[in-house]
């Protein structure tokens, strides 16, 4: 091999160390020519630890760059130099053969943090949520090298910042941001709140056009509320109010980032939600508000939306229920009486639970059924009774917690963006009068309606007797003496019987935000993007056309993330669903076995 090549001799390495890297060229030769003197210094750290040897730098100035071997008598050394007239460097002198055994453990100094960041930048951009510990187990395996923890957690950190800028510069391009939002989608709400001399970020609130038009004209009148904390390097918390489409999928609303979770913010955030519907809500049917209702969304309820529903979300009264009382059996009576239609249907599970234990009592007088019992409660549920926004919100919440604020927020529009589309397109291919999942429930009601008598009483009132009870049934009303039609917004089997018995359509006594017309006019509107970060006004610049200026900078909020790693909530797939039914021996009337495989003796 020539002399200006760089030789590494079989003997010179402990193999075991040695990992092929085909993506570095591992060679050198005089004249060989760099962009820049930082191209060269990483160029030369690569090979140094694809090599394994440790790299001493002699000089390093904007005119040359001179480094050797650092094992004492080994003659290896390289010298790069300014080319005149030009921003390039070149290989000037080339001493390319080790004589030392090169470095045979797997600590290498040349292995910084800003390698780190380099050698991970492209999985940190396909997969924000690379772990450190994934981060140094796949440099040991590719290069040989072993790095810390702390190494690997804040190269990946610095990689981050490269590919989506820092934190800081997060809260800086807000009011940029927002004017982007408000500029390329007209009719959008996206605003901005800083506190203090300083300005530190406080608020931010964003709903999209498409949404609010989608949600006023063809969603049924429900709104979820939740909030997520965020774990990111300033903390804060993600609030959303999100409704429910026809086909029973989550609707993103508005969305909010606050510093923290407070009454004043959730009074603030309820206030925004209130001017973006405006006059809307005189117009639409009472809403239902769906939260664990806290005080402070119960207050920010209260005082924006005072003719409101405001009910608890199941899965948490259940959870409360089940983790207070510790009783399977208990549990599922109690899910009976959630479900119950009737108050007297109600009550006599009430009584079932209290020959069980008078501990219930107490417990009822803290979650009034009002707020929770379908006999009690006085909104309109349309058979939608958990938050399926507290689970959107913790996937949000770790997919996004290592993003700047900006970049989180277009990470939520363009996953909002994406559901349009796809919604939008399969909305188009369905041909029948009501969504796949009303199809679904009408279709079960007509099968069931065969087993009952009709009694006509006159051209809009019916009498449905089965073995078990009589129904009353107007079909002008679209009410239902069993309380199912007017409460999840589609006809029972009583009124199926009714409408089948006089020549009509069942489909079409469903509530209009079950079509597939109301569908579609929920996704018929476009998410437009914003333009990338470069095309923004900084602030302190004029908008074009003699606009207002976006005159402020935003500075992050005084909050920090504490030190060590913060702890996970889990939030399990079981807890999203209602519990399985315990099966009760009919023998001898224990839980968990059934009477055929029963082997107590009688």
Known sequence: MADHALVVSDASLDHSLVVSDASVDHSLVIGQE???????????????????????????????????????GCPWRV???????????SIRTLHGVHTCEGVRNCHHQQASI???????????????????????????????????????????????????????????????????????????????FATGQENCFQRLFISFRASI???????????????????????????????VDADDALFPLAIAIVDTESDENWMWFMSELRKLLGVNTDNMPRLTILSERQSGIVEAVETHFPSASHGFCL?????????????????????????????????????????????????????????WAVAYFDGVRYGHFSLGVTELLYKWALECHELPIVQMMEHIRLQLTSWFDERRNMGMRWTSILVPSAEKRILEAIADAHCYQVLRANEIEFEIVSTERTNIVDIRSRVCSCRRWQL??????????????????AHLFAEPCFTVASYRDTYSQMINPVPDKRHWKEPGEGAEGGGAKVDITIRPPKTRRPPGRPKKKVLRVENFKRPKRVVQCGRCHMLGHSQKKCTMQM
Not at 234 to 241: E, F, K, R
């Open 34 to 72: 760099f962009p820049d003197v930082e191209t060269c210094r990483r160029t030369l750290k690569d090979i140094a630890i694809a090599l394994h040897f440790d790299l001493r730098i002699v000089k390093s100035d904007r005119s040359r760059f001179i480094a050797k071997c650092s094992k004492e």
């Open 79 to 89: 010298h790069v130099a300014k080319c005149p007239g030009v921003p390039t460097f």
């Open 114 to 192: 800003g390698w780190v960041a380099r050698s991970v930048e492209q999985r940190v951009r396909d997969n924000p949520q690379y772990k450190p510990k994934e981060i140094l187990q796949d440099i040991r395996d590719q290069h040989g090298v072993a790095v810390s923890y702390m190494q690997a957690w804040r190269g990946k950190e610095r990689s981050m910042a490269a590919l989506h800028g820092t934190f800081e510069e997060g809260y800086r391009l807000l009011p940029g941001y927002c004017e982007q939002i408000r500029k390329t989608n007209p009719g959008s709400i996206a605003s901005v």
């Open 213 to 243: 038009y989608g949600f006023i004209n063809a969603c049924r009148p429900l709104l979820e509320l939740d909030k997520a904390h965020l774990k990111g390097k300033y903390l804060g918390t993600l609030l959303c109010a999100a409704a």
């Open 315 to 371: 899965r948490f009264i259940s959870e409360n229920f089940r983790d207070t009382f510790k009783n399977t059996k208990l549990v599922n009576i109690f899910w009976n009486a959630v479900y119950a239609l009737t108050a007297v249907e109600f009550e006599s599970k009430i009584t079932e639970m209290i020959e069980i234990s008078q501990d219930v009592i107490p417990w009822f007088k803290g979650f009034p059924p009002q707020l």
């Open 488 to 505: 999840y917004g589609l006809p029972c089997a009583h009124a199926a019987a009714a409408l089948i018995s006089c020549g009509q359509n």
